[in-house]
């Protein structure tokens, strides 16, 4: 049975789409590895990190740890797993950890599957919703946390806290730290050495032009043994993953898009003034843009009391957004949302971004 | 960068990529949801296995439970990431589990990671190295064991164990039954039910015709609220897998593929009757096959000292052997190998077969 895509050459503007497209080369080469274990083809030893054709090893050992500033990196499924397994390997259970209350919601789920307590850096509330990353201080002190933890940029405002400042802050205080950076690694420079974090987590499919699922697990080397600590009947694998590198498609396509994501990091400055741009069109609308402002990332929150009003007199009611942009080749607003989106600026062009904006006005008017 | 695969169009007998090679349909679906995040095109709630465009819904309730005799399936990473996460849900760090000792490497670091004493059931050893579930009994009185597991078939040898014998064995003592089916269910026909056990892992990269990575956890409804908490604080999203549900490439691929699959199963007959075929025109070129004979599975192992002798004269080494069948279209023997080696003839025709047949012959002769 072969399965069609509906959406296809339409303009996406889907938070979590928007930099996961696959480049032409990434779908090249996805077409060639979509067997099972297609990367096992020659295959000398056990390790997948030490294939050399295709050239795995130098990817893994070489270009990647140079990407993201981190001494060695792993392959994994997601962001999420990496932030299991680094709770796992550095907290015990009843354990405190200090995150920031933007997190995705896979933070806490992470820390309840490893038995550990959680104290929020609180944001600033309606309407930014900032993290201010000299709040931690102090809940350091308090709390004495195992783990502190930082999104970069939060998956709903796009809200970008000072990195750089917490790693300055949690240098103090010999507590490791860990940066989400689902989704800027992969969309702007980011690196684990310059913001002096002890861990970093980024997705191939959020941020990384590559077919799902597959993440990065960055670190400092002297966490290699604690994270991955073998197993005592099988001296080469590691427990943590159950011996298991994420591989195939995935593992082919992060590879295939990797030249094209570290040219488009440099063009972030043109990303953002992109999205400061749409946002201010937005606004002039009579759309809110909540998060922080000036903008400093394309993932974007509305407020848009006009179209929740629309939507109760609307023959589709709260359908209506999603079937009237839908109509016009835009998709990535959740369908039956009207009151509140997010919507992300990043994969469209601003000649995109302008049919979106007339669209909008079209159904205001209406 | 476009990564090209070497191995088109080989014969190709790895015992890893044999069950998991793309059916056209999947090929074709593959690269329509290639990017990241793809099934979430259309996407009303927060739960994947509710999309009804693509009908993964329909795949997930209906179509996966009916074929495998389960009541309720999960899609996710592998049949190992299913192993630990039964262990974890079933058992308490401390307590013990029975093994066979055929099992695949991943079931000891699940073990490890869940902080569980194992205890392995002995094989019969060389040649035939078979599990008699029979002596699952006399382990189960000495050591109470919080779970059962049979791996079926096992990886090395290819052995079938009588799986519904150990599913009545067990059914006396209340003692939850995991079957590793990671090998048979895509390739034979499997049920749950039938064979009475309490948990079955699949992997559709190893045998269900699908990229990786992807596997099935099929298991009675009793365990569902015990396998699948939720979270305290999103009290939609479940704890053990972090949120998330295996997707994208991998899973279109699963479905895909699986009318072709719940077809090939019927078939199974003819394919065993190509192994031993094959094995027994290996045995008759000098060959040892080890494992069950007559053999259940195209998992074959063989014994081949005559190679391992000429591998010492030979100016390739250890590597000749990989060499030779290279030159001849021929791959899937690990590179180095000579003395035992292990080879699938599930993918290959009785014709690539006789090609392969014939290639030994020759390697012999010269």
């Known amino acids: 049975m072969i399965y069609k895509r509906q959406n296809k050459n339409k303009i996406n503007i889907n938070p979590i789409q928007a930099g996961g497209i696959l480049t032409q080369d990434a779908k090249k080469t996805l077409i060639e590895w979509g067997d099972g274990y297609s990367v096992c083809d020659i295959w000398y030893s056990g390790k997948i990190d030490k294939i050399e054709n295709p050239q795995i090893r130098k990817f893994i050992d070489e270009a990647l740890p140079k990407f993201l500033g981190s001494d060695i990196v792993r392959i994994i499924g997601g962001a999420r797993e990496g932030i299991c397994a680094i709770m796992r390997a550095v907290t015990k259970p009843g354990d405190t950890i200090l995150i920031d209350e933007n997190k995705h919601y896979t933070t806490v789920l992470a820390a309840e599957k490893n038995d550990l307590k959680v104290i ?218 009207t009151k509140y989106f997010k919507l992300s600026t990043f994969a469209a062009s601003k000649q995109d971004l302008q049919k979106i904006l007339k669209t909008f006005e079209e159904i205001l008017r209406k």
């Open 120 to 337: 929020e850096v609180p944001n600033s509330g309606h309407p930014q919703y900032k993290i201010d990353v000299k709040d931690y201080e102090k809940l350091i002190k308090k709390h004495k946390p195992a783990l502190i933890l930082l999104t970069y940029p939060d998956g709903n405002y796009g809200n970008m806290p000072d990195a750089k400042k917490l790693g300055e802050i949690v240098s103090k205080y010999n507590i490791p730290y860990l940066l989400n950076a689902a989704y800027s690694a992969g969309r702007l420079p980011v690196s684990l050495s310059a913001i002096n974090a002890d861990f970093i987590v980024t997705s191939g499919h959020k941020s990384m032009a590559s077919s799902e699922p597959i993440g990065i697990l960055g670190f400092r080397k002297k966490w290699k043994d604690i994270l991955f600590k073998k197993s005592s009947f099988y001296p080469d694998k590691e427990i943590e993953f159950l011996g298991h590198y994420q591989k195939g498609a995935p593992m082919m396509t992060l590879m295939a898009s990797f030249p094209y994501v570290v040219k488009r990091v440099k063009n972030w400055e043109e990303q953002v003034e992109k999205a400061r741009w749409f946002s201010a069109e937005m606004e002039n609308l009579g759309f809110k843009q909540l998060g922080e402002k000036p903008h400093n990332h394309d993932l974007l929150f509305f407020e848009s009391p006009q179209l929740y009003k629309i939507s109760q007199k609307h023959k589709d009611g709260r359908f209506f957004l999603y079937k009237e942009l839908k109509k016009n080749g835009i998709y990535g607003i959740k369908p039956g949302l």
